[in-house]
């Protein structure tokens, strides 16, 4: 079963360009029998006419069989979503010979087909409810005191109804074929292909494609449609604010010592990324078997930490929260039962329907407690208004700026970090009332919570009093007070690293990548170099030479060495680099595993040692931009990261025994990752 989207972010403005310059030409030289992303925008604001079917490929008809537009959409391999994409010709036949007609059904239908299949995961108490997860909604459903069913958007739950299941996608879809299959049977009807209506708005529509043959449910998505021109003067404006005015005068002015110590920092490590490759040449013998030596002695490596990093651990507990599903279930559940504040800070904050519901929340809760949200300004700016693969879905018009709909009609205190030099803060970072935190990869929009593989973890115990720490001093250093306010918010004294540890804390060390301070690189560099059993990372951009170079050295030595990469990235640069970096892998003898779709999980076990967080194998996470890992070598940790991330994740990837095909183009992409 697939439920998923996915969408580009990297690539966007180039793809935006792409097709703005094809509509211009297709308005003054294209044929009329061809389908055109201009005549395809206009006609697709109304239902489709007609559709066929064949062997995983859907084509939908749009207007009457004398003036129409066809779209086309093919079942992905990897199971994510389809993007219903223009025909280049129009077929000359309707229906087309060899395809089969499918059955269309408007929204009603499909609400008709959700609303028992919802009803089935009602638990039997009225105080309990189960919560749904689909490709665009999460529901609550609860049974009534009079024995029916209320069905209501999850962030609607009321306060004294407890949660006892949640329905993910996939158990989700397998509900609803089984009852049309079902509803089939009982009328005497030939289980064909079925689309549904899922979704309709001025910027795109959805459906959901179901192959009752195979057992096969697929979401299918329109296009967004690119912004209308008053919209985009309105954005082309922001972006100048944001990276000249905010980012490169006033940025200037307010925090002059961290701009220069990033452009410094950015001079340095431009200039490294230069230079000629470090990385080995192809091996003169084989890559000797693995060694199977025992792991690292721990101890020993936590004090050599102590003494590279300057800086002791400090006690708590840590849970993995893998993919959307279980990590904003906590989040949502958390914002609604904070007592006193909420703080986020993310690289993105989205303006898609998703993110905006998130933010809908904190206005309501801003209201009761002190929220406080910190973005980074091009990340969200940018992220928030560039058609993605996935179409907007609630507002035909999201905000030009998420900072301005924080903002308005609420509480909320807002604040934006700027670029100098085109450097971010790419952390992800959410505490709620100085107690609890989340970190991790995952920042608040749709593709976080249902596209991409993630992970986060929940964080409790004395750390997080670090990791409050560490959001005051950023939102400091954000406000008007810029360096001066940050240090006196860093001169405030840390609680003691002897704190002692309740009954399950254990020892987490939080690392950095600061301007000219790369703790993430020097601590994960040193790990490699210190492994003797094993090293297992995933992550969605591996670019570093200096990390190549280690990790071809330790399976060298007889360390086995495993890397899950994505096998659909959201950039095309750093999908290039992948490539070439997965075939200098092969050759050494490193095991390189593609994850069906994208992950963007960022985390690595060293032997008995397990480092994760926002930071991804690149030249800005690891030697520019700002980030956040934690690390810990807890065996109870370590054990559920092994179970429930990597060794899932092996076996759910395909592993690349043969050096896949590049291009020349792949070269220059890699050489354009080395400098991002």
């Known amino acids: 079963m697939a439920l998923r989207l996915t969408a580009c972010r990297s690539a966007r403005t180039l793809r935006a360009v792409v097709l703005a310059a094809g509509v211009i030409l297709a308005s003054g030289c294209t044929p009329q029998h061809v389908t055109t992303p201009e005549t395809a925008a206009a006609a697709t604001g109304t239902p489709p006419t007609a559709a066929w079917y064949r062997e995983g490929r859907l084509m939908l008809r749009y207007g009457d069989a004398t003036q129409a537009v066809w779209l086309a959409a093919g079942w992905p391999p990897d199971g994510a979503a389809a993007l219903l994409e223009p025909l280049p010709a129009l077929p000359e036949d309707a229906p087309p010979e060899g395809w089969e007609p499918v059955a269309l059904h408007d929204q009603e239908g499909w609400r008709q087909v959700v609303a028992p299949v919802l009803a089935g995961f009602a638990p039997d108490t009225t105080d309990a409810a189960a919560r749904v997860a689909t490709a665009n909604r999460d529901f609550l459903v609860r049974r009534n005191p009079d024995g029916t069913v209320s069905i209501v958007d999850a962030p609607g739950r009321p306060p004294d109804v407890a949660i006892v299941r949640d329905v993910g996608e996939d158990e989700f879809a397998a509900a609803v074929v089984r009852h049309l299959r079902e509803a089939h049977a009982a009328g005497g009807k030939a289980p064909g292909p079925l689309l549904f209506a899922t979704t309709e708005d001025a910027l795109g529509s959805s459906f959901l494609l179901f192959d009752l043959r195979r057992d096969r449910a697929l979401l299918v998505t329109q296009g967004a449609s690119t912004l ?67 792991g690292m002695d721990i101890d020993a490596w936590e004090a050599d930490l102590d003494v590279r990093l300057n800086a002791a651990p400090l006690p708590g507990r840590m849970e993995p929260l893998i993919d959307g599903n279980a990590y904003f279930n906590a989040l949502v559940r958390a914002i609604r039962d904070a007592r006193t504040s909420i703080d986020i800070q993310v690289y993105i904050f989205d303006s898609d329907d998703y993110a905006l519901k998130i933010a809908d929340l904190l206005k309501q ?41 924080l903002k308005r009609d609420s509480a909320i205190a807002v604040r934006a970090l700027d670029n100098p030099w085109l450097t971010s803060d790419h952390a992800k970072l959410i505490v709620v009332d100085g107690k609890r935190a989340w970190l991790g990869g995952m920042n608040i929009g749709r593709e976080y919570r249902y596209e991409w593989h993630d992970l986060m973890v929940a964080v409790s115990g004395p750390v997080v009093s670090r990791l409050q720490d560490d959001f005051d001093q950023r939102w400091a250093y954000a406000g008007p007070g810029g360096d001066a306010a940050w240090a006196l918010a860093a001169a405030r004294p840390e609680q003691p690293a002897t704190a002692p540890a309740m009954p399950g804390e254990f020892a987490i060390r939080t690392l950095y990548t600061r301007p000219i301070d790369p703790q993430i690189l020097r601590a994960q560099l040193a790990a490699i170099r210190a492994a003797q059993a094993r090293i297992w990372i995933q992550q969605p951009y591996v670019s570093d030479d200096e990390v190549i170079a280690a990790l071809i050295a330790a399976r060298r030595r007889g360390v086995d060495v495993r890397v899950i990469l994505p096998t659909r990235n959201d950039s095309g640069f750093m999908h290039s680099a992948n490539l070439l970096a997965a075939n200098t892998f ?56 092994e179970r429930e991330l990597f060794l899932a994740d092996f076996a759910r990837s395909r592993e690349w025994t043969e050096a896949r095909p590049v291009r020349w183009t792949d070269y220059l992409g890699e050489f354009l990752a080395d400098q991002l």
């Open 365 to 405: 809760r801003s209201r009761e407690v002190r929220v406080r949200v910190l973005v980074d300004r091009l990340g969200s700016l940018v992220a928030g208004q560039v058609p993605a693969r996935s179409p907007y879905r609630t507002q035909a018009h999201p905000p030009l700026a998420i900072t301005d709909y």
């Open 586 to 641: 092969l050759r050494n003898g490193i095991r390189v595993y593609g994850y069906p779709g994208m992950t963007h999980v960022k985390a690595a076990l060293y032997d008995g040692w397990a480092c994760l967080g926002s930071a991804n194998f690149d030249k800005l996470s690891l030697r520019v931009n700002r980030e956040i890992d934690l690390a810990t070598s807890d065996p109870g940790f370590v054990g559920r990261l």
């Open 228 to 294: 209308p021109f008053d919209r985009r003067l309105g954005y082309s404006l922001r972006m100048a604010d944001a990276l000249v005015l905010r980012s490169h005068i006033l940025s200037l002015l307010r925090n002059p010592l961290s701009s220069s110590g990033r452009l410094v920092g950015l001079t340095a490590q431009s200039g490294t990324t230069l230079l000629p490759r470090g990385l080995p040449g192809p091996p003169e013998t084989p890559p000797p078997p693995v060694a199977g030596r025992p």
